[in-house]
Structures are given as C-alpha cells and as structure tokens.
C-alpha cells in the first residue's frame, strides 16, 4: 500500500514552486546565511519536504535524508544561485549556461581526470619519501 504525494511529484513541486519561493532575491540576502538561526529556518523548511518524498522518520538527519532524496542542501543551493547571478552580472550575458546536469552514465571517470607526471631524475626533487620501507637503512628514532 502506498500512501502521499510520490517522489518525483514532490521533488517537482520542491524544484518548481517552494526553492523559486525560498530564493527569491537570494545575490543581495545571502550574507545573511552566515547567521546560524536563518540557515537553520531554511534548513527546517528543506527537511520537512524531504521526510514527506524520502517517507522517512522524523528522527532522521537532515543531511541523510537529502542523500535518500537526492536533493542538494539548500544552503548550498542558496549560495550556488546567488554566485551564478555574479557570475552572469560580470559577463553581462544574461543566455550564457554556466553550469547543466550530466547523467551519471556520462560522468567522466576519475582515473581519466588526473595526469600523473613521473620525475626521472632525483636532483629535481627535495624530499624522497619511500611508503613501502624499501628504503629503510636504520630504525626511526623520534629524538
């Protein structure tokens, strides 16, 4: 048997009505987030939706639940609105997509992000440090 108002309703109507709510003028207010009282106003307001989509207890933290309901925590979602506006006030270009969701079969792999550069020559570097005790001659002593 279900019961209330399902996931992807309820994140639509979060998405589409109560953060525009929520974030409405945020570039000149959001300094006030810095105050743990209204982070915590906003936080409150987050958790109460995400307990009704996640179908969670109460007693279940709020970072939890936005992990079980896939929502970003409002406050970062709060300050990453109002570095956007910044971002497109300098530019001047109001069109311009800064950022955009990327399905998770699309993600970049982490192992193709890095580039690991191997120094050939001791000279260049000042400290050698052998993790594996290969290099050990003598017992470590602290004094």
Same mark, same amino acid.
């Given at each position: 048997?279900?019961?209330?108002?399902?996931?992807?309703?309820?994140?639509?109507?979060?998405?589409?009505?109560?953060?525009?709510?929520?974030?409405?003028?945020?570039?000149?207010?959001?300094?006030?987030?810095?105050?743990?009282?209204?982070?915590?106003?906003?936080?409150?307001?987050?958790?109460?939706?995400?307990?009704?989509?996640?179908?969670?207890?109460?007693?279940?933290?709020?970072?939890?639940?936005?992990?079980?309901?896939?929502?970003?925590?409002?406050?970062?979602? /709060?300050? +990453?609105?109002?570095?956007?506006?910044? %971002?497109?006030?300098?530019?001047?270009?109001?069109?311009? #997509?800064? *950022?955009? @969701?990327?399905?998770?079969?699309?993600?970049?792999?982490?192992?193709?992000?890095?580039?690991?550069?191997?120094? /050939?020559? +001791?000279?260049?570097?000042?400290?050698? %440090?052998?993790?594996?005790?290969?290099?050990?001659?003598? #017992?470590? *002593?602290? @004094?």
């Amino acid at each position: 048997m279900t019961w209330g108002i399902k996931h992807k309703a309820m994140a639509t109507i979060y998405k589409g009505a109560i953060l525009p709510l929520l974030s409405y003028g945020v570039p000149i207010w959001i300094g006030a987030m810095n105050y743990e009282h209204n982070r915590k106003m906003y936080i409150r307001v987050q958790r109460l939706i995400n307990i009704s989509m996640a179908k969670a207890y109460r007693t279940t933290s709020s970072e939890a639940l936005c992990m079980l309901t896939g929502m970003t925590p409002i406050i970062i979602k /709060l300050e +990453e609105l109002a570095q956007r506006y910044k %971002a497109k006030e300098r530019t001047g270009n109001w069109k311009i #997509e800064l *950022d955009h @969701e990327v399905e998770f079969k699309n993600w970049p792999h982490p192992a193709d992000a890095v580039t690991i550069e191997e120094v /050939l020559s +001791e000279e260049d570097a000042t400290i050698s %440090a052998y993790t594996d005790g290969s290099k050990q001659d003598k #017992e470590w *002593d602290p @004094e």
